[in-house]
């Protein structure tokens, strides 16, 4: 591992891989592929930007051209695939969008790695795509049921990457991580959008009853999970990367409120999203197997995400007053107003 080409990269765990790939791993260039969509943002890689070992260009996976270029002139020798849409309330609102990247442009990369003789490819996935699980874990090996456009467009990829695996013999890895928080995530997703608004004493438009279960899992964490299936995990093989920590919604958005010290009051519980998956919970052995564990608490996870967001107001203000704006009221306008 030389070369890495790191798609999505200008994203929210894309963009804190690179940092922390950077930080741990002397001897390797890191090349960032990057459409630089709504949730693309080059400020998330402004502490890297100096780094010689570093650089950035911009380009969409699903076109074929730019992406073989940009394999060969960097001599890329490794792909990890963060590049995708990510949110499951634009892929109800638009699920098109999510085909085209999620899975024809997981599929172009595969296609172009394979032509270009790529030493080891990781697809990053998520616990989505099997469904909702009532009791128990899902293991690597469970069905697959997605419920919504984005994890059957992410289930997709997945199955992809098996298939360069098995029909060509590309060497693919897929990760599958639980519910990722931590600092230089878009606001649209559940921590980052509540921090902000409760720091504007503005509504928290909380879905449902607001308990449903997600296994909350820091993204350093996550990182660390995917940089040791990158260096351990099994060709063909999916790796489970979960935190360990199952919390109700609501249970974790008072817990926010009071290390921000606001009053549950600015709790709203609004119309449920469709086909609202309950619970997300992720068996971890065979990660764990590898020799891999999770560095942070929840409490003390939850704390440090809290304080970045309270710290960076620069970096989330300018995101929430651009296309955001539409977005918001498009998504949770009628719902509040309701």
Same mark, same amino acid.
């Given at each position: 591992?030389?070369?890495?080409?790191?798609?999505?990269?200008?994203?929210?765990?894309?963009?804190?891989?690179?940092?922390?790939?950077?930080?741990?791993?002397?001897?390797?260039?890191?090349?960032?592929?990057?459409?630089?969509?709504?949730?693309?943002?080059?400020?998330?890689?402004?502490?890297?930007?100096?780094?010689?070992?570093?650089? +950035?260009?911009?380009?969409?996976?699903?076109?074929?051209?730019?992406?073989?270029?940009?394999?060969?002139? /960097?001599?890329?020798?490794?792909?990890?695939?963060?590049?995708?849409?990510?949110?499951?309330?634009?892929?109800?609102?638009?699920?098109?969008? +999510?085909?085209?990247?999620?899975?024809?442009?997981?599929?172009?990369?595969?296609?172009?790695?394979?032509?270009?003789?790529?030493?080891? *490819?990781?697809?990053?996935?998520?616990?989505?795509?099997?469904? &909702?699980?009532?009791?128990? *874990?899902?293991?690597?090996?469970?069905?697959?049921?997605?419920? &919504?456009?984005?994890?059957?467009?992410?289930?997709?990829?997945?199955?992809?990457?098996?298939?360069?695996?098995?029909?060509?013999?590309?060497?693919?890895?897929?990760?599958?991580?639980?519910?990722?928080?931590?600092?230089?995530?878009?606001?649209?997703?559940?921590?980052?959008? *509540?921090?902000?608004?409760?720091?504007?004493?503005?509504?928290?438009?909380?879905?449902?009853?607001?308990?449903?279960?997600?296994?909350?899992?820091?993204?350093?964490?996550?990182? &660390?999970?995917?940089?040791?299936?990158?260096?351990?995990?099994?060709?063909?093989?999916?790796?489970?990367?979960?935190?360990? /920590?199952?919390?109700?919604?609501?249970?974790?958005?008072?817990?926010?409120?009071?290390?921000?010290?606001?009053?549950?009051?600015?709790?709203?519980?609004?119309?449920?999203?469709?086909?609202?998956?309950?619970?997300?919970?992720?068996?971890?052995?065979?990660?764990? /197997?590898?020799?891999?564990?999770?560095?942070?608490? *929840?409490?003390?996870?939850?704390?440090?995400?809290?304080?970045?967001?309270?710290?960076?107001?620069?970096?989330?203000?300018?995101?929430?007053?651009?296309? +955001?704006?539409?977005?918001?009221?498009?998504?949770?306008?009628?719902?509040?107003?309701?």
């Amino acid at each position: 591992m030389k070369n890495l080409l790191v798609t999505g990269g200008a994203g929210f765990i894309g963009s804190n891989f690179v940092r922390y790939m950077l930080n741990r791993h002397a001897d390797i260039n890191v090349v960032v592929y990057d459409k630089l969509t709504y949730a693309g943002n080059l400020d998330n890689l402004l502490p890297v930007s100096e780094d010689s070992r570093y650089k +950035f260009v911009r380009g969409d996976i699903a076109d074929r051209e730019a992406v073989a270029a940009a394999l060969a002139s /960097n001599d890329i020798d490794t792909v990890v695939n963060f590049a995708a849409e990510s949110h499951v309330d634009r892929s109800i609102l638009n699920p098109d969008a +999510f085909i085209q990247t999620n899975s024809l442009g997981t599929f172009v990369l595969l296609d172009e790695s394979r032509k270009h003789g790529v030493e080891r *490819f990781l697809q990053v996935s998520t616990d989505e795509v099997y469904g &909702s699980i009532p009791e128990g *874990f899902f293991k690597e090996g469970d069905p697959l049921e997605p419920n &919504s456009p984005y994890a059957a467009s992410k289930a997709s990829g997945d199955l992809m990457a098996r298939a360069y695996y098995v029909t060509y013999g590309l060497n693919t890895v897929v990760t599958r991580g639980s519910n990722t928080f931590g600092p230089y995530q878009y606001p649209e997703k559940l921590l980052p959008l *509540f921090i902000s608004n409760a720091l504007d004493d503005e509504p928290l438009p909380l879905y449902g009853d607001g308990r449903q279960v997600r296994d909350w899992l820091y993204v350093e964490d996550h990182c &660390s999970g995917i940089e040791t299936v990158l260096l351990k995990g099994e060709p063909g093989e999916a790796y489970n990367i979960g935190g360990e /920590n199952e919390r109700h919604n609501i249970d974790v958005v008072r817990q926010m409120l009071a290390i921000l010290g606001k009053p549950e009051s600015l709790i709203r519980q609004v119309e449920d999203r469709p086909g609202h998956d309950r619970r997300y919970a992720l068996d971890t052995t065979k990660l764990h /197997n590898l020799g891999w564990q999770q560095a942070y608490s *929840f409490e003390e996870a939850l704390e440090a995400t809290v304080e970045w967001y309270v710290k960076n107001e620069w970096w989330w203000r300018k995101i929430k007053s651009g296309e +955001f704006r539409e977005y918001y009221e498009r998504q949770y306008g009628k719902r509040l107003r309701g």
